[in-house]
């Protein structure tokens, strides 16, 4: 398995996480997912690769989460699932696959945890310094 970024050029975070996962030395498959939108069968793999539930896969601010009451504890996973698959932007961003693990890369900085050589020190787009320390796996 190499590393998958699920990507959101757009987004600084994803942009940060991309960008910290080349310079471990790894050029990931990049899959930009508001372009190339993922199945429910995918959607599902992702949360439960990442052990997360499906309502923590949900991103609110500029998306439709509001106007569709997203919120409300009346909707199943599967019935969210349905959502994320019709508005892929409320997909939270960006989820990286790696043999190491699945994760939403929210800060970008968690990705480190799931390279084979992460870089030791990084620097973000906004200027902020990343000093790395691997955790044991």
């Known amino acids: 398995m190499s590393v998958i970024i699920y ?13 910290m996962i080349r310079a471990s030395g790894e050029e990931p498959v990049i899959i930009e997912y508001l372009q190339t ?3 429910k ?15 923590d896969l949900l991103r609110e601010k500029g998306t439709p989460f509001a ?32 043999p190491h693990g699945t994760a939403l890369c ?10 084979e050589n992460p870089a030791v020190n990084f620097t973000k787009e906004d200027g902020e310094q990343i000093t790395y320390e691997r955790k044991d796996r």
């Open 106 to 115: 929210r800060p970008s900085e968690r990705v480190l945890d799931l390279l």
């Open 37 to 39: 939108p993922l199945s």
């Open 41 to 55: 069968e995918q959607l599902s793999e992702l949360v439960a690769a990442m052990k997360i539930s499906v309502r």
């Open 7 to 19: 990507h959101n050029p757009q987004c600084g975070t994803s942009r940060n996480t991309l960008a």
């Open 67 to 98: 106007e569709l009451d997203l919120a409300n504890a009346k909707w199943s996973d599967d019935q969210l699932l349905d959502f994320i698959v019709q508005h892929p932007i409320l997909m939270n961003r960006p989820v990286v696959a790696t």
